[in-house]
């Protein structure tokens, strides 16, 4: 996967209240993830991205294509940029059936190649099987398997994806986020998705970009973002790192399945990954516990050696947020400020770091 | 059934019908316009179109009358072009029943593009519509209930429309004599029976008019919701 910034968005907007103002360069790959709070304008980015909206200025340059440059007066209608669109709530045409809505933008598109795309998408979201069905009687998770598989079957070259699972339940949550997973790695369309939830960020996100209130607090590659302890309110209660790795080796008697990481090598609980499978760890500050190294001796499945990098305040008055490095990667813990001063911890200490709970999420 | 009913019916139905068409024309760019503009003209013109549910259809008839009128504006540009007059024919009094029955057609349809909103159309556009291409292939199918319900409304009003067509058409039977003006010629002889006939006729078609409506709101709810 390349991370050329070959895709540059550049917006100011003032609308009284709102204000927006950005500048981002982006990978031309993979999913970037626009976070922040609702409110922090992620969907007017999206929306201005489409050419659904107008800022006062901006800049919108995608490769060679130039959809929007207000120093030189030019603006794309929505309809003439190359793009795929997933609205939060199902946007299904009630007056076509499945089939229809499917084919309502391959057809305009008018592209070589249509009908692989289409069987493509059809395939790639499961939704084979509903072709014939009107749209009324879908679940609110077919409907946005539908919606997204319309967007991607006229081969854009981007898809803007604005928190396509918002609208729907847990359940079917967790019954489409394998699908965008699959597209990522599947794929070679880029993604600007947009979310509030951590959960979705930490399991999609290649590039992170953080708004609040109209602008970009951080910018960056997901794991790199991720393990800044400077920002943790960001994050909030979910603070806590992304490690990539590989499954290298299941032990079966246990259940269990070896990640290595650049970190170290990480045992979690066996997902049925085949060995030489790359994943993705998810550790929460708050499930990482440090010592230290002379406290003990021996050193059992999940712990690390680390070195102490900065010492940050959290959230609450109480805690710590510490920066470790081990080996060649970050890692956060949460640690209370009483038990850091007890154990004599500071920036440079040799430190062993326990890992409570690791979730795999991809 | 004499043959005065039978004429008086079927120029009543004729009306009606191309009242309605023609105003299914006008009003569904109109309604598209005032659902979607925030132009300053956007309320004085939505007043505009209301007006003739307000006023009596007489004060219509009479300003169309004099405006259509040999020494009318109208009337003398339909002179100068070789038209003649227009009161007193089938075709002025088209364009008072269109003028008269604009809010029952502009209204239900407003209100249907109203309650689509703004998403459908800008899916469309994502998937590479023209606003033209999306407001045939998105908009007005989905505002299909709206357009019915102001065809019928506007094709039933027109039929029981009396106060334009007597002002504006005269009572000339087989050009502009329909049925309401009919059965005020009977009452006026002092025909009873004639009258009952017709009278009954139109509760009839009236009460029908209703109930199709009713129901079809009620198919409508359940395909919405």
């Known amino acids: 996967m390349t991370h050329e910034k070959d895709f540059f968005v550049r917006l100011a907007l003032d609308r009284g209240a709102f204000q927006l103002n950005l500048d981002m360069a982006l990978p031309g790959s993979g999913i970037t993830v626009l976070f922040g709070p609702s409110g922090s304008g992620k969907t007017t980015v999206l929306r201005c991205v489409a050419g659904l909206e107008r800022p006062g200025r901006g800049l919108i340059r995608l490769g060679s294509e130039v959809w929007q440059d207000d120093s030189k007066g030019v603006f794309r209608p929505t309809w003439k940029r190359d793009i795929g669109y997933v609205f939060q709530e199902a946007s299904l045409f009630d007056h076509l059936n499945v089939r229809s809505n499917l084919h309502f933008g391959v057809r305009r598109a008018a592209k070589s190649g249509a009908v692989e795309a289409l069987e493509q998408a059809i395939e790639l979201l499961g939704i084979d099987h509903l072709m014939n069905r009107q749209v009324s009687g879908l679940s609110g998770g077919e409907r946005q398997r539908i919606a997204i598989a319309r967007a991607l079957a006229t081969q854009p070259r981007l898809l803007l994806l604005d928190e396509p699972l918002a609208s729907l339940d847990a359940a079917r949550r967790q019954e489409i986020l394998p699908w965008l997973e699959k597209m990522r790695d599947e794929l070679r369309i880029p993604m600007l998705y947009v979310t509030h939830s951590t959960d979705e960020m930490a399991r999609l996100a290649d590039h992170l970009v953080v708004l609040f209130n109209g602008a970009v607090m951080a910018d960056g590659p997901a794991s790199e973002v991720l393990s800044r302890a400077d920002s943790p309110v960001m994050v909030g209660e979910d603070a806590g790192v992304l490690l990539a790795g590989t499954v290298s080796r299941r032990d079966e008697q246990w259940q269990l399945s070896e990640i290595t990481t650049a970190g170290g090598s990480i045992w979690v609980d066996d997902a049925h990954l085949g060995v030489g499978r790359r994943v993705r760890l998810r550790v929460l500050a708050r499930d990482v516990g440090i010592a230290l190294q002379s406290d003990r001796e021996q050193t059992t499945r999940n712990q690390l050696l680390g070195i102490v990098e900065s010492i940050h305040d959290d959230l609450r008055p109480s805690q710590f947020l510490i920066r470790i490095r081990c080996a060649d990667s970050i890692m956060l813990a949460r640690i209370s400020k009483k038990a850091v001063s007890d154990s004599a911890i500071g920036i440079g200490s040799e430190i062993q770091v326990r890992l409570q709970s690791v979730a795999v999420i991809a | ?225």
């Open chain 2, 1 to 225: 059934m004499n043959a005065d009913a039978v004429s008086a019916i079927r120029l009543t139905i004729e009306l009606a019908a191309l009242t309605t068409l023609v105003l299914l024309i006008i009003a569904t760019p109109l309604a598209w316009w005032l659902s979607q503009t925030a132009s300053r003209w956007r309320a004085p013109i939505g007043a505009l179109v209301t007006l003739p549910l307000v006023l009596p259809p007489t004060v219509f008839g009479f300003y169309l009358l004099v405006s259509m009128g040999p020494l009318g504006p109208v009337g003398q540009l339909t002179q100068f072009l070789g038209l003649g007059t227009l009161t007193f024919t089938f075709t002025g009094l088209l364009i008072g029943s269109v003028i008269v029955s604009l809010p029952f057609a502009v209204q239900p349809i407003q209100h249907a593009f109203e309650s689509i909103g703004s998403r459908p159309m800008e899916v469309a556009f994502t998937l590479r519509a023209h606003p033209v291409d999306a407001f045939f292939s998105v908009a007005l199918p989905l505002a299909w209930p709206g357009i019915l319900t102001a065809a019928i409304l506007t094709f039933a009003h027109t039929v029981g429309e009396f106060g334009v067509v007597l002002m504006l058409g005269g009572n000339i039977p087989g050009q502009t004599r329909v049925i309401s003006t009919q059965i005020y010629g009977h009452v006026e002889a002092m025909e009873f029976e004639q009258a009952h006939w017709l009278a009954a006729g139109m509760v009839v078609f009236s009460f029908v008019v209703l109930l199709v409506l009713a129901l079809l709101r009620k198919r409508v709810d359940r395909v919405v919701a």
